[in-house]
């Protein structure tokens, strides 16, 4: 790495990726989605998370192996495994079901165009079968893909522990 004066540079600019990289996904995860669930309609929100989450999700896949290749840290078992499972993580959200969900959204504004996603029971428009089906299998994927989302949060936040102790000593 860079030595200027004598200084080793190579921690900061760890540090300051580090910082980018979790700073960006407790930011996203926690502050922006929720106020732009609440403020955009969910057709709009929708869309600006499908342009969003491609490059989120493989951010979450490759950071931890630049944190990995670039680390200060003596690196042991235990926080190999933890930015493994970090980019573990990411690379399932970005490689399955990433494109899972995308397909059942396709699906379901398949039938929404073909004004197939309700039907009139007893005067009163109700989901078909197929509309709440889909409905559920993006629920169930949508979840599986927040809690690999929250378990990279959490790994690379032990990682910034594991960090935070070298750069003190």
Same mark, same amino acid.
């Given at each position: 790495?860079? &030595?200027?004066?004598?200084? !080793?540079?190579?921690?900061?600019?760890?540090?300051?990726?580090?910082?980018?990289?979790?700073? @960006?996904?407790?930011?996203?995860?926690?502050?922006?989605?929720p106020?732009?669930?609440?403020?955009?309609?969910? #057709?709009?929100?929708?869309?600006? #998370? &499908?342009?969003?989450?491609?490059?989120?999700?493989?951010?979450?896949?490759?950071?931890?192996?630049?944190? @990995?290749?670039?680390?200060?840290?003596?690196?042991?078992?235990? %926080?190999?495994?933890?930015?493994?499972? %970090? @980019?573990?993580?990411?690379?399932? &959200?970005?490689?399955?079901?990433?494109? %899972?969900? #995308? #397909?059942?959204?396709?699906?379901?504004?398949?039938?929404?165009?073909?004004?197939?996603?309700?039907? &009139?029971? !007893?005067?009163?428009s109700?989901?078909?079968?197929?509309?709440?089906?889909?409905?559920k299998?993006?629920?169930?994927?949508?979840?599986?893909?927040?809690?690999? !989302?929250? @378990? %990279?949060?959490?790994?690379?936040?032990?990682?910034?522990?594991?960090?935070?102790?070298?750069?003190?000593?």
């Amino acid at each position: 790495m860079i &030595n200027v004066l004598g200084l !080793n540079t190579r921690v900061p600019y760890h540090a300051l990726f580090y910082s980018f990289v979790f700073g @960006g996904s407790v930011f996203h995860s926690f502050v922006v989605s929720p106020i732009a669930f609440k403020v955009l309609p969910r #057709q709009e929100f929708g869309r600006l #998370q &499908n342009h969003i989450f491609p490059g989120y999700f493989l951010g979450q896949t490759l950071a931890p192996l630049v944190l @990995g290749l670039t680390t200060p840290l003596k690196l042991c078992p235990f %926080s190999i495994g933890v930015l493994a499972v %970090s @980019g573990l993580a990411g690379a399932l &959200n970005y490689f399955v079901l990433l494109p %899972s969900c #995308q #397909q059942i959204k396709v699906e379901r504004e398949k039938l929404v165009a073909d004004k197939k996603h309700e039907k &009139n029971e !007893n005067g009163v428009s109700v989901p078909t079968k197929e509309y709440t089906e889909l409905n559920k299998k993006f629920g169930f994927y949508h979840g599986i893909s927040t809690l690999l !989302n929250f @378990g %990279s949060i959490v790994t690379l936040g032990i990682y910034g522990l594991l960090l935070s102790k070298r750069m003190i000593k």
